[in-house]
Structure formats: structure tokens, C-alpha cells
């Protein structure tokens, strides 16, 4: 049998819980200073991904000039080498307030000393 992942700590947990937070603030300095120099973030409605802070600074500037997106995290999963998968419930409006999606999705993040290292957008199992 194959070993379970190991448990989440809780620093894991509140790191991701503060990002969420500073990005649904759009505080993008608060959200940058939780990832590391050369973090590999997705592109979710473009396609692709961006690397280090201040690609990911222009992504969000951007994405948050076309649309409104809220992202609530609902729960952590612990994964094979030392991933976290949370299951979000994410609700996009277009800047006239019009919905645009309502789901809940997968955020699978890597996490290297203390700091965000990436973040993918996944299926829910």
C-alpha cells in the first residue's frame, strides 16, 4: 500500500488562507510577498502561466480591469510530494456585475520554504 500524504501544518493552511484573503482584497502586495522570486502562477482565463512577482503583478492588473473574481477556499487536501489541493468556490462577475461563473474548482498549490513556489488550476477529484 502506498504511503498516505503527510498531514498539512497548519502554516501551510494560514498561507494559503492569506493569500486567498490579499487577493479577493486585491492587495497584490500583500498576495506577492506570500510567493517565491520565481513563482509559476496560471493564466486561468488566458491560457498559459506567468513567472516571478511582477509578471504575476501585470496578470492580475489585467485579469481585475475585465473582470471581478471571488475566491473562497472550502477545504485542504494534502497530496503526493508535498502539494495541497484546496477545493474553492470561485464566482467571477464581468465589471458590470453580470455573473459569469459560479463553481467550485481545484487550486493545486507547492509550497517551498514557507513561500508559494506554484499554483495550478485542477479538476476536483
Given amino acids: 500500500m502506498a504511503n498516505a500524504p503527510a498531514e498539512i501544518s497548519s502554516a501551510h493552511v494560514e498561507l494559503l488562507r492569506a493569500a486567498y484573503a490579499a487577493f479577493n482584497a486585491r492587495d497584490i502586495d500583500a498576495a ?6 520565481d513563482v509559476a502562477w496560471p493564466r486561468a482565463f488566458k491560457g498559459g ?3 516571478g512577482p511582477e509578471e504575476v503583478r501585470a496578470y492580475w492588473t489585467e485579469q481585475w ?3 471581478n473574481p471571488h475566491v473562497e477556499p472550502l477545504s485542504f487536501h494534502s497530496e503526493d510530494a508535498g502539494r495541497i489541493l484546496v477545493e474553492v468556490h470561485q464566482v467571477v462577475r464581468d465589471m458590470a456585475g453580470t455573473l459569469f461563473a459560479d463553481d467550485r474548482v481545484g487550486h493545486r498549490f507547492s509550497i517551498e520554504q514557507g513561500l508559494i513556489k506554484s499554483m495550478e488550476v485542477c479538476s476536483l477529484p
Avoid: G, Y
Wanted: aromatic share 8%.
Fill in 32 to 37: 506577492l510577498a506570500l510567493m517565491t522570486p
Fill in 49 to 51: 502561466f506567468v513567472r
Fill in 65 to 67: 480591469s475585465e473582470i
